[in-house]
């Protein structure tokens, strides 16, 4: 089975610009998580799709919106970027349970 | 407030001994622990995993011991190989609405020396 991969796998914005990533997950998994990675802080919940809903979401502000398609393929969406959101982004599917399965992730600079 | 916390923000250890990672929850509705592996330029990778209902799992060199009165869990590595040389997360989740979704340590850089 191909894994979890995330386009673009790089992306260079600049202040007050929006941004799309996007995440296919393993075929046959329906629940897609995004997770934000910053230096010393581990991994930060952003949100959970599920068949198309968002099923939890993390402690983000509005400017973080995602939306998940019938194919179970999901895009994370930030609006008016700030320098704060360079990170890591990871997309993580997963069939059923405790186990997630991560892709290799956006890097997103914010100039 | 951290739920999920790695103290020790690095580890160095020489080849052949012993790794010992260590993690600490406050969040008593965490009844599923997971360890994951993360090397630069790629996601997290699955590593081990125990219930709440268990004190210990094994799988090879790796083995995670839980300790649920004082809500500390600890992965042990034997024998240590360069090949570890990675970051380490520790995770915890509980059932929630049927959702897994778990919560993450900050990490520790495990640094194994040939």
């Known amino acids: 089975k191909a894994g979890v991969t995330q386009t673009p796998r790089y992306l260079i914005k600049t202040r007050g610009q929006q941004v799309t990533l996007s995440c296919s997950p393993i075929s046959g998994h329906r629940s897609v998580s995004w997770y934000q990675q910053t230096p010393g802080q581990g991994l930060q919940f952003l949100f959970e799709y599920f068949s198309e809903t968002q099923r939890n979401k993390g402690n983000f502000p509005g400017r973080f919106s995602g939306r998940q398609f019938s194919n179970s393929r999901s895009e994370m969406n930030v609006s008016t970027l700030e320098l704060g959101d360079s990170a890591l982004y990871l997309c993580a599917s997963s069939p059923y349970g405790h186990e997630q399965f991560f892709g290799p992730g956006t890097r997103l600079t914010v100039l | 407030d951290q739920q999920v916390k790695q103290n020790s923000p690095s580890l160095s250890v020489q080849e052949g001994r012993i790794s010992i990672l260590n993690c600490d929850y406050t969040n008593s509705m965490f009844d599923y622990f997971l360890w994951y592996k993360k090397y630069p330029a790629e996601g997290p990778t699955f590593l081990i995993s125990?219930?709440?209902?268990?004190d210990k799992n094994e799988d090879g060199r790796f083995t995670v011991f839980l300790n649920k009165s004082a809500k500390h869990l600890s992965l042990h590595i034997v024998p240590s190989q360069p090949g570890d040389s990675a970051v380490y997360f520790c995770a915890a989740s509980g059932t929630a609405g049927g959702s897994y979704i778990p919560t993450f340590g900050r990490g520790t850089s495990l640094i194994v020396h040939p």
């Open positions: 125990i219930s709440s209902i268990k």
